[in-house]
């Protein structure tokens, strides 16, 4: 059945024992909360930054409630994502440890696969060139071999469960779900969506001739230009330049550092959210990979207060994580005054209905 949810398995096997033992909803909360607390410890014990960024970074939006407080797979993005920058940064080099994490990642959402294959072939480069600087270039370490075989495996475990049925319309985007359908028809069955449904016993004819219509994605009908912003701006701050000067901070750090790679990351990440599946609690995850990346290339040694690309990005780091708090209270408000999880409210509705029409 994890082929109808969209997501790898990752999360749905940790709530499994739970739900089979008949465990209360509530626990949901506890494992979520749980979960943000452990990312949370990781960041502040082993993370490189000076102590002004790690006091700000735990009370931002991000970290302090989306993907905390909300209980979805999100929640572990945070924990395994800065476990991944804290292995990237060993300097005994742990290959196999590196693809366990990188593993678990992949299997947490597509995002994560994102993000994993992303981080997961920088590190690979990585060692390429540590190897050949090193002159052992005769054949694959057997850690190296052993590495790549787990985490080809987590990817093939994550195509097992995400191969489409033909019963399920996946919810992409308009343009792609255009597209899907001119290209291979046969993956859309027309019971699949509601409104093909009734417009088939409608009007047969005229629901062969035309395509199925697109699904309601809410916000992923904004126009390109509102979701690049929606996308690599507001995650970060409500000021464009700000935000823009962050990421472009990140990415010449990167560079300098020798790992170009890094900076496809939030860049692939941020095409697959704006072009394929667009949810504004997606966006966030765009944070957490720029405080990964930094995690990566952040030089410790460096202290002194001078004029430097390292200094003036953890001087931007900063505001930007000061200028995110009041995301974080006007969050904790909103739930303390209002109700935003809707069984009961689903509930009432169902009861209202006749008993023959509650399949709706």
């Known amino acids: 059945l994890l082929r109808y949810e969209g997501h790898p398995p990752l999360w749905y096997l940790i709530l499994f024992p739970l ?65 991944i920058a804290k292995e990237y940064r060993r300097t005994a080099r742990k290959p196999v440890r590196m693809a366990i994490l990188l593993a678990f990642l992949a299997n947490l959402s597509l995002h994560g696969t994102i993000v994993a294959c992303a ?27 052993m590495a790549a075989g787990i985490f080809a495996a987590s990817l093939a475990l994550v195509l097992v469960v995400l191969w489409p049925t033909r019963d399920l319309r996946a919810p992409v985007s308009h343009p792609l779900d255009q597209m899907i359908h001119r290209v291979a028809p046969a993956l859309y069955d027309p019971l699949a969506h509601h409104a093909v449904v009734l417009q088939t016993a409608a009007d047969p004819e005229s629901a062969k001739a035309a395509p199925p219509p697109a699904l309601n994605l809410g916000m992923g009908s904004l126009k390109i230009r509102d979701r690049l912003r929606t996308v690599f701006i507001y995650p970060i701050a409500t000021f464009a330049p700000l935000a823009i000067l962050l990421q472009m901070l990140v990415f010449a750090m990167a560079w300098s550092r020798g790992k170009p790679l890094l900076i496809a990351v939030p860049l692939v990440l941020g095409a697959f959210i704006v072009e394929v599946y667009f949810r504004l609690w997606h966006t966030s995850l765009i944070w957490v990979v720029l405080i990964m990346i930094l995690w990566v290339v952040w030089d410790e040694r460096e202290t002194l207060p001078r004029p430097s690309l390292q200094n003036v990005t953890a001087a931007v780091f900063a505001l930007v994580c000061l200028l995110q708090l009041p995301w974080t209270v006007a969050a904790v408000r909103f ?3 209002h109700s935003i999880y809707p069984a009961k409210a689903t509930a009432d509705y169902l009861k209202s209905l006749p008993a023959n029409r509650r399949i709706d």
């Open 335 to 337: 739930v303390r005054t």
């Open 119 to 145: 981080f997961g072939l920088s590190y690979g480069w990585d060692l390429y060139r540590e190897r050949r600087l090193a002159g052992g270039l005769t054949r694959p370490v057997p850690p190296v071999r």
């Open 19 to 83: 739900a089979k033992l008949n465990f209360p909803f509530a626990y949901i909360n506890l494992i979520s909360a749980g979960f943000g607390l452990a990312g949370i410890y990781v960041l502040l014990r082993y993370s490189p930054f000076p102590f002004y960024i790690r006091a700000l970074l735990p009370f931002g939006f991000a970290l302090a409630y989306e993907y905390s407080v909300v209980a979805r797979s999100y929640c572990l993005f945070p924990l395994l994502g800065f476990l």
